[in-house]
């Protein structure tokens, strides 16, 4: 059992929503037919191989349906030049000035923390604050579940204080506790299982419902954390939260995530995407708007 609250203090304050419903027919599992030729794959992975290919095939067909052709409908995208030079001087990909091994790869540590970022940058501190503070939990391995399970309350406090997150450290110590908690017994010590269906785009409005079952992550940690993990779910994108959403009106570009997300620059790369919006980010924290008008 993980340690969750101080010793010398009391309890502390502080419905799984159904999956998403996938639209694209399957047909159901049943038994194989009786072949008079012996097979080498078990009937049932032939079954499951068949299903996965013909799920591919159905995406690939949708795509080709739905979508245009990349070089057609790209050369008639709107352009804005100025997200070029944003990304390339700003756009750099959350969590890049960490430890973190793997920020492009939705592995359950890059998704840990990606929320703990979340929380720490949603908190009544500064950037800069928030950004060491995030950086030492990844530094004693938080954003690893086994660890952070295996942390007493003490040591969280300590390593919050070393963060230089000395305000609330004792609550928020706490709420990591009963963080790592949620994440084993709701979603089986990997938060890609809040997810509704990983093999399909899984509604945002509904991450975003699961996401505020999390003690300590409000509306506006929720918006930094879409901003920041959409490069890896990317069924998130294209988001853009309301303050960067300012700051790009500020600078003449378009503040509808949905039009920067088909426009050249962009062109619907949630990679892309997740860095213009943490350029957008800087540049408003770090008071750059100048150097783009």
Request: aromatic content about 4%.
């Given at each position: 059992?993980?340690?969750?609250?101080?010793?010398?203090?009391?309890?502390?304050?502080?419905?799984?929503?159904?999956?998403?419903?996938?639209?694209?027919?399957?047909?159901?599992?049943?038994?194989?037919?009786?072949?008079?030729?012996?097979?080498?794959?078990?009937?049932?992975?032939?079954?499951?191989?068949?299903?996965?290919?013909?799920?591919?095939?159905?995406?690939?067909?949708?795509?080709?349906?739905?979508?245009?052709?990349?070089?057609?409908?790209?050369?008639?995208?709107?352009?804005?030049?100025?997200?070029?030079?944003?990304?390339?001087?700003?756009?750099?990909?959350?969590?890049?000035?960490?430890?973190?091994?793997g920020l492009q790869s939705p592995k359950p540590e890059t998704i840990l923390a990606l929320l703990l970022n979340a929380m720490f940058s949603s908190a009544r501190n500064s950037h800069d604050l928030a950004a060491k503070t995030t950086a030492t939990a990844i530094k004693v391995h938080y954003h690893k579940v086994d660890a952070l399970r295996k942390s007493s309350w003490d040591e969280r406090t300590e390593v919050l204080t070393e963060g230089g997150y000395t305000r609330y450290r004792e609550k928020r110590a706490t709420g990591l506790g009963e963080l790592v908690e949620l994440i084993d017994s709701k979603y089986d010590g990997d938060l890609n299982n809040l997810l509704p269906d990983l093999s399909t785009d899984s509604s945002p409005s509904e991450i975003r419902k699961r996401l505020k079952e999390i003690k300590g992550v409000?509306?506006?940690?929720?918006?930094?954390?879409?901003?920041?993990?959409?490069?890896?779910?990317?069924?998130?994108?294209?988001?853009?939260?309301?303050?960067?959403?300012?700051?790009?009106?500020?600078?003449?570009?378009?503040?509808?995530a949905q039009i920067l997300w088909e426009c050249k620059e962009i062109y619907k790369d949630p990679l892309r995407m997740c860095r213009l919006a943490s350029a957008l980010t800087?540049?408003?924290?770090?008071?750059?708007?100048?150097?783009?008008k």
């Open positions: 059992m993980v340690s969750t609250r101080a010793p010398t203090k009391g309890p502390s304050r502080d419905q799984d929503t159904k999956p998403a419903k996938v639209t694209s027919k399957k047909r159901t599992h049943r038994k194989t037919e009786t072949s008079n030729t012996p097979k080498k794959i078990a009937p049932t992975k032939k079954i499951k191989k068949k299903a996965d290919d013909r799920h591919s095939k159905q995406e690939s067909k949708s795509e080709v349906q739905d979508k245009p052709s990349t070089t057609d409908s790209k050369s008639e995208a709107s352009t804005y030049p100025k997200i070029d030079s944003l990304i390339e001087k700003y756009g750099a990909i959350p969590l890049s000035n960490t430890a973190l091994e409000g509306d506006v940690g929720i918006d930094i954390f879409v901003d920041t993990a959409q490069a890896v779910w990317p069924c998130l994108a294209p988001f853009l939260d309301p303050r960067s959403a300012n700051t790009a009106d500020a600078l003449g570009l378009p503040s509808d800087n540049v408003r924290l770090d008071k750059r708007e100048g150097e783009f």
